[in-house]
């Protein structure tokens, strides 16, 4: 069981739409809702930004939202900040029972 | 509310073990997996292994299998995530994680091995 695969970097301008693929397999994302993001700020714990694909947890913006098509989820920043620059990973359960959950490889997304 | 609150940050020599706390509260330990994730300096998160405080079932992932051990103490919602023959590259912050849909993660435990 590989790690989901994302672009290393995405960057964008601020007040600009973003959006980071995460691409994986019928074994992972194309078989469950159990898909999440996390921002990760330099020196910090992972912070849950969507959760199960598309919804996400109180007190995030909603210039976050997901979605998820075949094997391939999707995190959009509309109208990205200063503040969005930071390390997103997804992550999904898989069918492997040995290797029952894998992350992303990780995006860096820039604010110009 | 859903809590995981881990140990304090350990450093160790290469070939030591470390043995990770993570207590939990707010929820019924039992009903959920438990997970443990790491990551090294610069790195991604990495997948550890998961503990099934129902059924008994642990897993962990082949490159840490022979020298992890995941234990947990129901009585006091406690789990453990103990590895052995440390190596330097196993420098890193270890996270235990509840990932249920709506995933809790505890504050993380960076364990430094060094000589």
């Known amino acids: 069981q590989s790690a989901l695969t994302q672009p290393a970097s995405v960057s964008g301008s601020p007040g600009q739409s973003i959006t980071i693929s995460c691409a994986g397999t019928n074994s992972d994302i194309g078989s469950y809702k159990y898909i999440s993001w996390y921002q990760q700020h330099p020196g910090k714990a992972p912070k849950l930004i969507i959760y199960e694909v598309s919804y996400r947890p109180s007190g995030v913006s909603n210039r976050f939202s997901a979605s998820k098509s075949g094997n391939t989820a999707s995190l959009t920043i509309s109208g990205v900040q200063a503040e969005d620059e930071a390390d997103y990973y997804c992550s999904s359960y898989t069918t492997s029972s040995t290797v029952p959950y894998v992350f992303g490889t990780g995006t860096k997304v820039i604010v110009l | 509310q859903v809590q995981l609150v881990q140990s304090g940050a350990e450093v160790k020599k290469p070939g030591a073990s470390v043995k990770v706390s993570c207590q939990t509260s707010g929820y019924t330990f039992t009903d959920y997996s438990l997970h443990w994730v790491r990551q090294a300096p610069g790195r991604g998160l990495e997948w550890v292994g998961w503990i099934n405080p129902n059924s008994g079932v642990t897993t962990s992932a082949q490159k840490f299998q022979g020298r992890v051990s995941m234990t947990w103490d129901t009585s006091i919602k406690t789990a453990y995530l103990e590895l052995s023959s440390l190596q330097f590259d196993d420098t890193a912050i270890y996270y235990c994680?509840?990932?249920?849909?709506?995933?809790?993660w505890g504050q993380g435990t960076l364990v430094s091995v060094s000589s």
């Open positions: 994680a509840r990932l249920s849909g709506y995933d809790y």
